[in-house]
């Protein structure tokens, strides 16, 4: 079982940046693959970034590629993604997410692990 809590969120203005951070505790971090998930009001969660259990492949959401970076450290168990030129669009509440099977992906239901979320809100 693993357990994921999101921080770095905030309030900030378009056009600027923010890193959110997931920390993860549980046996055998490494061998999760792990993405990140938003929702806005009203809306689904969507997929924003994957990265798989080596960190070789990060498929990103096309809305955000280019502006997003996914990132994990093994050592410190924690997955990052370092959002810049945000939009208002960007505006949800961000997820953290685990998985063990292989690969990597973009689907809700391919993840098992969920953190809590953290608020993003960008101002226009």
């Known amino acids: 079982q693993v357990q994921l809590v999101e921080s770095g969120g905030g309030l900030v203005q378009a056009g600027g940046s923010l890193r959110l951070s997931c920390a993860a505790s549980?046996?055998?971090?490494?061998?999760?693959?792990m993405g990140w998930f938003r929702q806005a009001p009203g809306k689904e969660r969507e997929f924003v970034a994957a990265?798989?259990?080596?960190?070789?492949?990060?498929p990103y959401a096309d809305s955000v590629k280019g502006r997003f970076t996914i990132s994990r450290d093994y050592g410190e168990n924690t997955l990052e993604l370092l959002m810049n030129s945000l939009k208002s669009e960007d505006t949800a509440i961000y997820y953290c997410?685990?998985?063990?099977?292989?690969?990597?992906?973009?689907?809700?239901?391919?993840?098992?692990?969920w953190g809590q979320g953290t608020q993003v809100t960008v101002s226009s």
């Open positions: 997410a685990a998985s063990l099977m292989s690969g990597v992906g973009t689907e809700k239901s391919w993840y098992a692990h």
């Open positions: 549980g046996r055998n971090i490494e061998a999760y693959a």
């Open positions: 990265i798989d259990r080596n960190g070789a492949y990060t």
